[in-house]
Structures are given as C-alpha cells and as structure tokens.
C-alpha cells in the first residue's frame, strides 16, 4: 500500500458523468473526443474508471463552446493542446471562433456610425467590445460616464445588426461599453 496524501484527494476531481452534466453533452461525445483527438486525457483510477480533475472539465467545457460556435472538433482539439491543455490559462487559450452578436452603434443626433458593439459568448461568460469604425471620433464620456457621439456629443443608441462566429476581439479601449443585454 502506499502511505501518505492520495492524489485524488488534493483536488477536486469529477467521474465521467459529472462532467457530462456541468458540460452539458452526451457522455458519448467527450468518451469520443478523447479517443479520436486526446482531448481530456482523464487519468484512471483502480478498475480503470475514468477521473477527470478540473482542468479536464474546462478542457471539455472549451471544445463544447467551440464546437458550438462552428469550429470543427478536430480543430478545437489541436488548438487547445497546442495551447498547452491548460485551459485554466485564459491567456493561453484563445477560442478560434465564438458566437457574437454585433450591434450598430449611430448618433441620433448625426447619424455618424461611431462603431460596432460586439457581444461575443466566451467560454467563461459572454463579453461586450467595442469597436471603433475607421477614422472615426472615439466617443466622448457624457455626464454619467455614458458615451456620447465623438462628433457632436449626442446620444448614441445601438441596434442590432447581425450574429456572427468571429474570433475574440482583443480588450476594449479606453472606450467605456454599455452593457446592456
Ligand atoms: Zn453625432
């Protein structure tokens, strides 16, 4: 027998179908993940069951936003490992593509399109952006701290314009984003 700390109990750990139920995928499909591209590699405890620690729900977690966002599993899979597998690392693991919502932002008062309002679903919880249009005025910061059209300082207001998979746009500006739903 081996003494000291056993390694399942220094962390928390999950059975196959915990982790179907918190991904929210057949099991199937993570047991086939694994064994066409090696994505999680949950280790095996005595009598072969699988354990998979919380990196191999988030390594599961990651490629069922990614596959839902469009991205073939094959290539979800080589992009996860090249980012190492450890996708506890958000910088590191970078989706290819995530869904996205994009809004219009114009002025009322001038109809300039100041940019695109982009709220895009990450794996971790979905993100607002903003993007500025090119060679356009930033928006100003109105009373409040709302921005307001960089023209004319008037009220902008967003509409929706299309859903898109596009991959994430890098952190926000100095650009205060509004986020509403
Ligand atoms: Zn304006």
Redesign the pocket.
């Known amino acids: 027998m081996v003494a000291g700390t056993a390694p399942l109990q220094e962390a928390q750990y999950y059975s196959s179908q915990a982790v179907a139920q918190a991904a929210g995928i057949p099991l199937t499909t993570i047991l086939a993940w694994e064994r066409r591209y090696g994505v999680p590699r949950p280790r095996r405890a005595r009598g072969g069951r699988r354990v998979y620690s919380a990196a191999d729900l988030a390594l599961v977690q990651a490629m069922r936003a990614r596959t839902a966002a469009g991205v073939r599993a094959e290539v979800a899979a080589r992009d996860l490992l090249a980012a190492g597998g450890d996708p506890d690392d958000r910088c590191g693991v970078v989706p290819t593509y995530v869904p996205t919502e994009v809004r219009d932002v114009q ?1 009322l ?2 109809g ?1 399109t100041t940019g695109e309002l982009l709220r895009q679903y990450m794996p971790d919880g979905p993100c607002t952006r903003f993007v500025l249009a090119h060679g356009v005025l930033p928006p100003r910061r109105g009373p409040g701290g709302r921005p307001r ?1 960089g ?2 300082g ?1 009220d902008l207001y967003a509409e929706p314009a299309a859903s898109r998979s596009m991959p994430p746009v890098p952190h926000p500006g100095a650009v205060p984003s509004c986020d509403a739903a």
Do not use: Q, V
């Open positions: 002025c008062h001038c300039e059209c023209r004319c008037g």
